[in-house]
């Protein structure tokens, strides 16, 4: 039977680096919930208020974002964005 050793000082010299970790993720965490509060408010407003063109276009939109898997969407933006540079 092996005996698998902790090793306690990696482990607290290996702490800074998790915490900051944490703390990018938990900002990354907070700017994508608030442009995705503010978007999803703004297109729920054109839903309801705005010409039948544009609730259209919004539906469309939607549709399609809610259709596709999230990794075929980042493909996407990734290819977008590398072509616009």
Same mark, same amino acid.
């Given at each position: @039977?092996?005996?698998? @050793? *902790?090793? *306690? +000082? /990696?482990? =607290? =010299?290996?702490? %800074?680096? &998790?915490?900051?970790? $944490?703390? !990018?993720?938990?900002?990354? $965490?907070?700017?994508?919930?608030?442009?995705? $509060? $503010?978007?999803?408010?703004?297109? +729920?407003?054109?839903?309801?208020?705005?010409?039948?063109?544009?609730?259209?276009?919004?539906? +469309? /939109?939607?549709?399609? !974002?809610?259709?596709? %898997? @999230?990794? #075929?969407? !980042? #493909?996407? &933006?990734?290819?977008?964005? =590398?072509?616009?540079?």
């Amino acid at each position: @039977m092996e005996v698998i @050793m *902790i090793d *306690i +000082g /990696f482990i =607290s =010299s290996i702490i %800074p680096r &998790l915490l900051y970790g $944490a703390a !990018i993720s938990l900002q990354i $965490a907070t700017l994508a919930f608030c442009i995705g $509060a $503010a978007g999803g408010t703004l297109l +729920g407003i054109t839903l309801t208020r705005a010409n039948r063109l544009l609730q259209l276009v919004v539906t +469309g /939109f939607v549709t399609i !974002i809610r259709g596709t %898997p @999230m990794l #075929v969407q !980042i #493909v996407f &933006l990734y290819l977008l964005l =590398s072509a616009l540079q």
